[in-house]
């Protein structure tokens, strides 16, 4: 395999696709990326036998063939040339050689054929959607799934394809997130599908924030995302979700208005003297005024308190305070709206007139 490429046509690609790849394997060759060459066309493909990320980008010209090298060496040298620079590859002999200028580099290899890939089956619904919109499903979702938690199927984010709509749902058994937007076109039936924590993670490098299209496919084992010239395969996790719609269906006849920019200042504020491991804080509501407090086991407090919209009777309850600036911090507009009921209920956090997203975070013991 020989090839000439421009060094801004291979180091994007090549660092999405070395993301994928492991600084530790159980495999040598898992370290490595897979570099095709076919008709002017490269495609670099990176895995850890859970994820697979494949992208193809053009060559100036080449021979074709294929082979594999160290994946994070060969990033770390794309990066260190200087812009606009031109790198030729020649592969023979177990060594991959690149030339650019007066640098030479000489990188072991190892046999394309022993490179794995994720084998897929039949996919049996596809799906298409904006990129932007898919993107931000998890954008607004994905920081409420769980980490290295033992109930597995929290380790990731639900996606939910039901008639004309996708949802994406994400919950650490302590707070949950829930998106919906619409598909240009309906799903063949009711799916679900629980995307594991790294390939919601890798999704953000891959999907772009423009309208292009992104075609989203299932089976039972695994998941797809395709746009032109590039593929982000990912097993699925074999799990029951919980059933989000039943745990949003709490009944919350109280409601809070409050500035969104400014509830999330005061929350930070106060949150500087949490108990850091709990990180919690008591908010104490009552007609036009909501009272923020916190301590540590060091005796220190922090108190606040900002106007709010509320008519109720007067509420203590106490909450995660990380957990609603996460929450906060993922809208966009100027107000925000929670529906409560009593200190031992959730709160329902929302924009205004708009239940296409919502957080439910469940209150603590202070």
Known sequence: MKLLIEREQLLTPLNTVTSVVERRQTLPILGNVLMQLENNTLTLVGT?????????????????????????????????????????????????????????????????????????????ERVRLEQSALRGLFDKTAFSMAQQDV??????????????????????????????????????????????RK??????????DGGDEITLELNPNHVRFSRPGAQLTSKLIDGKFPDYKAVMSQVLSQKMVADRELLHEVLARTSVLTNEKYRGIRLDLSKGSLK?????????????EVSVEYE????????????????LRAMSTKTVEAELQDGNSGCMLHEPDDDDTLYLIMPMRL
């Open 312 to 327: 109720g009777d007067s509420l203590e309850i106490g909450f995660n305070v990380t957990y609603l600036m996460d929450a």
């Open 292 to 304: 923020l407090s916190a301590h540590n086991p060091d005796q220190e407090e922090a108190n606040d």
């Open 151 to 196: 109930r597995y199927f929290l380790n990731g984010v639900l996606i939910e394809l039901d008639g004309d709509t996708i949802n994406s749902v994400a919950t650490d058994g302590h707070r949950l997130a829930r998106s919906r937007t619409k598909l240009p076109s309906a799903a063949g039936s009711l799916r679900q599908a629980i995307i594991p």
């Open 48 to 124: 850890d036998l859970e994820v697979e990320t494949s992208i193809q980008t053009t060559v100036l010209e080449g021979s074709d063939g294929q082979c594999t090298a160290t994946a994070r060496k060969l990033l770390d040298i794309c990066r260190a040339l200087p812009n606009n620079a031109k790198l030729e590859f020649s592969a023979a002999g177990g060594k991959l050689k690149i030339k650019s200028g007066q640098s030479r580099f000489s990188l072991q290899t190892l046999p394309a054929a022993d490179f794995p890939r994720l084998e897929t089956e039949n996919w049996e």
């Open 199 to 208: 390939a919601v993670l890798e999704l953000g490098r891959f999907l772009a």
